[in-house]
T-cell receptor, first 108, second 115 residues
Framework: KNEVEQSPQNLTAQEGEFITINCSYS?????LHWLQQHPGGGIVSLFM???GKKKHGRLIATINIQEKHSSLHITASHPRDSAVYIC??????????FGTGTRLQVFP | GAGVSQTPSNKVTEKGKYVELRCDPI?????LYWYRQSLGQGPEFLIY????????DSGLPNDRFFAVRPEGSVSTLKIQRTERGDSAVYLC?????????????FGEGSRLTVL
């Protein structure tokens, strides 16, 4: 069992839909990152959070430390949101443990 | 430069050869990370530098892999006697480690193909 698990693995949506990607982890962490990876490999950091909720534009990330669970929400999804979304749990000396990613495709 | 720079972007080599991959982090970032990503998988931790020293090298798969960061800036990942299983995208990331920061900035990766 992976220490960081994401669901779903693949997700398709119509433009405008509300999207939720889930991340569960089984280890103690100091923070959790949500990352976006586009085809070709470039990774962009979306959020780093250790409690509560953060919002940036149409993206919202929440974390529940007691339940060891985080969610990434995308409101009013757009085809340009199509990418792989990865959560990564930060432990101890800044070591990150990555989930396997959720591949999102948003169709017009 | 403005971002994390990795070279080469693509490297094709033959089994048994030696390979060096370079990472130039964002200026001033003290923390530098190497990850490896196989097709369809999430990145896998290899090694983490804080300044010049390797703070955690527990992810290096075996002694064919070695990484250095002699001046606390540029880092080189070295792979000896490459094997086909080493084929992957090698990602580098840096961050300014502080109490209120920790955001990671990734390079575009170096795609290694071992024939």
């Amino acid at each position: 069992k992976n220490e960081v698990e994401q669901s779903p693995q693949n997700l398709t949506a119509q433009e405008g839909e509300f999207i939720t990607i889930n991340c569960s982890y089984s280890v103690g962490i100091s923070a959790l990152h949500w990352l976006q990876q586009h085809p070709g490999g470039g990774i962009v950091s979306l959020f780093m959070l250790s409690s509560g909720k953060k919002k940036h534009g149409r993206l919202i990330a929440t974390i529940n430390i007691q339940e060891k669970h985080s969610s990434l929400h995308i409101t009013a999804s757009h085809p340009r949101d199509s990418a792989v979304y990865i959560c990564a749990a930060k432990r101890g000396t800044d070591k990150l443990i990555f989930g396997t990613g959720t591949r999102l495709q948003v169709f017009p | 430069g403005a971002g994390v720079s990795q070279t080469p972007s693509n490297k094709v080599t033959e089994k048994g050869k030696y390979v060096e991959l370079r990472c130039d982090p964002i200026s001033g970032h003290t923390a530098l990370y190497w990850y490896r990503q196989s097709l369809g998988q999430g990145p896998e931790f290899l090694i983490y530098f804080q300044g010049t020293g390797a703070a955690d090298d527990s992810g290096l798969p075996n002694d064919r892999f070695f990484a250095v960061r002699p001046e606390g800036s540029v880092s080189t990942l070295k792979i000896q006697r490459t094997e086909r299983g080493d084929s992957a995208v090698y990602l580098c990331a840096s961050s300014f480690t502080g109490r209120h920061t920790g955001e990671l900035f990734f390079g575009e990766g170096s795609r290694l193909t071992v024939l």
